[in-house]
């Protein structure tokens, strides 16, 4: 099925092929979205309204076509993948404020639809992941967040699994009363600038307490069951980095 979410005719056609082949709707997940890197200065309009279109527009077709074709009747859940905008993104104004965007659309959305048979909708936004998006990025754009993993407090990036729990989380009824909300999936980078690497006995005079970073659930859905992100070789030497450390440090 070809779905181009720029397209509101495109975005309704899918919802009603889906719900005739399966009779139903449950959840819709908005992953689909992203951006080129440019700083402000240098960006277009045209290059602004192209990424306000296909992450915010987009998210929009997505949500009616779904509420129209089969939610607003029945009810269902809603997560879109927004991104970690607490501080803005430089070099990604564009994006971060379509993202922003989606998530205060998301709030009203709540309010709006919640009396729809209890539509619940909610935003995931991942700080940075090793994930197959990378391979979009210019070698020097990879290799310089290959090596800001220190401003994370965690010293580390995401993985897919963990944006994907999370996502499983609020799409469960174990979220049944979660509505409205912008789930942060960043290990907490959105706070904190962290530590300089080399610079954690400043703060710790023991050394550093980082956590050893073993995956979640433990052995399976973890980073040392990846094999490979179709992403360039200097991510997949992270996941390979992060495997190491799990295997040589005591817990
Ligand atoms: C510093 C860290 C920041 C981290 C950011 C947050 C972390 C997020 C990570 C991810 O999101 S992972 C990656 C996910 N995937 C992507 O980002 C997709 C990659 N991008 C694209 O596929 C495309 O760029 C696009 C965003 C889908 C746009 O493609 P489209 O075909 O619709 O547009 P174009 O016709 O190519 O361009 C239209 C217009 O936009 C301007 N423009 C395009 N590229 C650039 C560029 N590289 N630099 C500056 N301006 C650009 C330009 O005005 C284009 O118009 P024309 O000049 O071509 O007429
Ligand atoms: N990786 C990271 O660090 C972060 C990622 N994110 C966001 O998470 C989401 C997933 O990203 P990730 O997996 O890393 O990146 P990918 O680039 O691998 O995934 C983006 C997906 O969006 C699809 N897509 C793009 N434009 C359209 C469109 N107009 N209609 C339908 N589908 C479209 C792409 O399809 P196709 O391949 O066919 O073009 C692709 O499958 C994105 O929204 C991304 O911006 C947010 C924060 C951080």
């Given at each position: 099925m070809l779905l181009n979410i720029r397209d509101a005719t495109?975005?309704?056609?899918?919802?009603?092929?889906?719900?005739?082949?399966?009779?139903?709707?449950?959840?819709l997940v908005n992953n689909a979205g992203g951006q080129f890197m440019s700083p402000a200065s240098q960006l277009t309009s045209k290059g602004f309204s192209t990424v306000v279109d296909l992450n915010l527009n987009g998210t929009f077709n997505m949500c009616k076509a779904a509420f129209d074709g089969y939610m607003g009747e029945h009810g269902g859940q809603i997560v879109t993948i927004v991104a970690e905008t607490r501080n803005g993104i430089p070099r990604a104004m564009h994006t971060g404020a379509a993202r922003a965007g989606i998530i205060n659309m998301t709030k009203t959305l709540a309010i709006e639809w919640g009396p729809y048979n209890g539509i619940r909708i909610n935003c995931v936004a991942p700080g940075l992941i090793i994930s197959s998006g990378m391979k979009n990025y210019h070698?020097?754009?990879?290799?310089?967040?290959?090596?800001?993993?220190?401003?994370n407090p965690t010293s580390r990036y995401g993985t897919e699994s963990e944006v994907s729990a999370s996502v499983a989380f609020l799409l469960s009824p174990a979220a049944?009363?979660?509505?409205?909300?912008?789930?942060?999936v960043d290990g907490g980078s959105s706070l904190s600038k962290g530590n300089p690497e080399g610079d954690e006995l400043k703060y710790n005079p023991e050394?550093?307490?980082?956590?050893?970073?073993?995956?979640?659930p433990e052995g399976v859905d973890n980073v040392h069951g990846i094999k490979q992100v179709d992403a360039p070789a200097k991510i997949n030497e992270l996941l390979e980095k992060y495997k190491a450390i799990g295997r040589s440090s005591k817990i």
């Amino acid at each position: 099925m070809l779905l181009n979410i720029r397209d509101a005719t495109m975005a309704s056609q899918v919802i009603q092929d889906i719900v005739t082949r399966h009779g139903k709707l449950n959840g819709l997940v908005n992953n689909a979205g992203g951006q080129f890197m440019s700083p402000a200065s240098q960006l277009t309009s045209k290059g602004f309204s192209t990424v306000v279109d296909l992450n915010l527009n987009g998210t929009f077709n997505m949500c009616k076509a779904a509420f129209d074709g089969y939610m607003g009747e029945h009810g269902g859940q809603i997560v879109t993948i927004v991104a970690e905008t607490r501080n803005g993104i430089p070099r990604a104004m564009h994006t971060g404020a379509a993202r922003a965007g989606i998530i205060n659309m998301t709030k009203t959305l709540a309010i709006e639809w919640g009396p729809y048979n209890g539509i619940r909708i909610n935003c995931v936004a991942p700080g940075l992941i090793i994930s197959s998006g990378m391979k979009n990025y210019h070698e020097t754009m990879v290799d310089l967040l290959a090596h800001s993993h220190w401003m994370n407090p965690t010293s580390r990036y995401g993985t897919e699994s963990e944006v994907s729990a999370s996502v499983a989380f609020l799409l469960s009824p174990a979220a049944s009363y979660i509505n409205g909300v912008n789930l942060e999936v960043d290990g907490g980078s959105s706070l904190s600038k962290g530590n300089p690497e080399g610079d954690e006995l400043k703060y710790n005079p023991e050394g550093s307490r980082h956590p050893v970073y073993v995956g979640w659930p433990e052995g399976v859905d973890n980073v040392h069951g990846i094999k490979q992100v179709d992403a360039p070789a200097k991510i997949n030497e992270l996941l390979e980095k992060y495997k190491a450390i799990g295997r040589s440090s005591k817990i």
